[in-house]
């Protein structure tokens, strides 16, 4: 192929998620269904907190972000992997290919610091609810927000330009559904060594801190919980808590598994199965544990639909 962009392809061949004929047909459709939840769960939250002025607090503000990341993150490689899944040649170019690792990482990283600036929320207001008010004005949320779309921009910067600065000769099939960071150093005949080294500083950081504020934050929560002197108040607050942890170990678990150990140790097959988790389950569970059991949403749902049949 001729030469682009510094690369000697001008596009990239993608496997997809298995190679089993007999895989495709069901898996397009579970993944289609899983992608439309994702878009209408995640679209539904942001109208609703978007309408409705009892939602206009710092958690929904969060929340809508979230929401909005999700939206957009699921968009990034869902579409490209469901026309792979039923389409003879899965082609990417070399430009749509570096595009979609931007973004992947954009909002992947995004996610993780939104997250934590909702594991600080909760822990300001179950913590210290006298100091509420003044820890989470909208100055210090739309602070933590910028924050998050700044270290998101940054690390999408770094991963991209590190690949653009490799050279890929010969092979050009990507053993992966889209354009992850590991199966293209793979098909790279430069060294890796500089990129390999980016990746575990930026990934490091940007799994290694959020994570453990998170946990230091329910931490504390959980040990607020424990002083609650009702039961029903504390198996409520622990069912809450606990669905959180579990959305949120899911995503920092298996971004962990996948970018915090050297690629010669990964298999690609293990790291297909574990990108799933993070581009494909999380941002469909999120508006569900997030709203599903929460009533401030179902009110807004019940005067939502009033509005309408006025």
């Given amino acids: 192929m001729a030469p682009g962009n510094g690369s000697f392809m001008t596009q990239f061949i993608l496997v997809g998620l298995t190679d089993q004929p007999d895989l495709q047909l069901p898996l397009f459709f579970l993944f289609l269904v899983m992608y439309m939840v994702t878009m209408l769960g995640n679209l539904g939250l942001i109208f609703l907190i978007g309408l409705n002025s009892h939602l206009h607090t710092p958690m ?4 809508f972000n979230l929401s909005l990341i999700d939206f957009f993150y699921s968009s990034v490689f869902t579409p490209k992997m469901l026309i792979n899944f039923i389409s003879k040649k899965n082609t990417i170019s070399y430009m749509g290919c570096m595009t979609q690792l931007y973004f992947f990482s954009f909002f992947g990283i995004s ?5 934590t600036s909702m594991a600080y929320d909760r822990y300001v207001a179950i913590c210290n609810p006298l100091f509420y008010n003044i820890a989470m004005s909208p100055k210090v949320c739309s602070s933590l927000m910028l924050s ?7 690390g999408a910067m770094a991963h991209t330009a590190c690949m653009l600065r490799l050279t890929f000769c010969d092979a050009n099939t990507i053993n992966h559904y889209f354009c992850d960071i ?28 959020p994570s453990l504020t998170i946990f230091v934050s329910y931490g504390f929560i959980l040990s607020s919980i424990l002083h609650i002197r009702s039961t029903e108040g504390r198996s ?3 069912s809450t808590c606990s669905s959180h942890i579990i959305a949120i170990s899911l995503f920092f678990g298996s971004l962990a598994f996948m970018y915090l150990k050297p690629s010669s140790s990964l298999s690609m097959d293990e790291g297909k199965i574990s ?26 749902v019940r005067k939502t639909l009033s509005r309408r049949r006025f």
């Fill in 236 to 238: 409520k607050a622990f």
């Fill in 148 to 154: 998050s779309y700044l270290m998101a921009f940054s």
């Fill in 182 to 209: 590991y199966p293209l150093l793979q098909l790279s005949c430069t060294s890796t060594y500089i990129n390999e080294l980016e990746v575990f500083i930026v990934v490091g950081i940007n799994i290694i801190v």
């Fill in 60 to 63: 929904y503000f969060f929340l």
């Fill in 111 to 115: 996610e993780c610091y939104v997250l």
């Fill in 275 to 300: 990108s799933v988790f993070y581009t494909n389950t999380v941002p469909l569970l999120n508006p569900l544990i997030y709203s599903l059991r929460n009533k401030d949403v179902k009110l807004a």
